[in-house]
C-alpha cells in the first residue's frame, strides 16, 4: 500500500484494495464521529458505503474473472493457429478445411 497521503495530496489512482481499505475507514470515522458529535451521519450514508465496498469486491473479482478468460481465449487461439498451419500444410494430407480468421469471427462475436 502506498504511503499515508496528507491533506492536500492529490491521489490519482486506487487499486481496488486500497479504495475498499479507503472507504472501510471513512466508515470507522463515521461510527467514531457519530459517537462524538450532536449531529450524525444518515443510515443512508452507511448503506452507500457498504454498497460501495461490496461493489469494489465484486469488480476486483470479476477482473480475475475477466483475465482468466483472456488467456483461455489466447491459448484457444494459438492452438487454433497451430491446427491451421498443420491443416493448410500441403505434407499433411489435408488441405485448406480451415481458415483462422473464421474462428477469430466467432471469438470476436463473443467478447461483444
Same mark, same amino acid.
Given at each position: 500500500?502506498?504511503?499515508?497521503?496528507?491533506?492536500?495530496?492529490?491521489?490519482?489512482? =486506487?487499486?481496488? !484494495? !486500497?479504495?475498499? *481499505?479507503?472507504?472501510?475507514? =471513512?466508515?470507522?470515522?463515521?461510527?467514531?464521529?457519530?459517537?462524538?458529535? /450532536?449531529?450524525?451521519?444518515? *443510515?443512508?450514508?452507511?448503506?452507500?458505503? @457498504?454498497?460501495?465496498? *461490496?461493489?469494489?469486491?465484486?469488480?476486483?473479482?470479476?477482473?480475475?474473472?475477466?483475465?482468466?478468460?483472456? *488467456? +483461455?481465449?489466447?491459448? =484457444?487461439?494459438?492452438?487454433?493457429?497451430?491446427?491451421?498451419?498443420?491443416? @493448410? @500444410? /500441403?505434407?499433411?494430407?489435408?488441405?485448406?478445411?480451415?481458415?483462422? +480468421? +473464421?474462428?477469430?469471427?466467432?471469438?470476436?462475436?463473443?467478447?461483444?
Amino acid at each position: 500500500m502506498r504511503e499515508k497521503m496528507t491533506s492536500g495530496q492529490v491521489i490519482e489512482e =486506487l487499486s481496488i !484494495e !486500497e479504495a475498499i *481499505e479507503c472507504n472501510k475507514n =471513512l466508515r470507522m470515522y463515521m461510527k467514531l464521529s457519530d459517537k462524538n458529535q /450532536p449531529c450524525k451521519f444518515l *443510515e443512508e450514508n452507511y448503506i452507500a458505503l @457498504n454498497m460501495a465496498i *461490496e461493489a469494489l469486491k465484486f469488480q476486483g473479482k470479476a477482473e480475475v474473472v475477466i483475465s482468466q478468460l483472456r *488467456e +483461455d481465449r489466447d491459448r =484457444l487461439l494459438t492452438i487454433l493457429e497451430r491446427i491451421e498451419k498443420y491443416l @493448410n @500444410n /500441403p505434407n499433411s494430407g489435408v488441405n485448406g478445411l480451415v481458415h483462422i +480468421d +473464421d474462428v477469430r469471427g466467432v471469438m470476436e462475436d463473443y467478447e461483444a
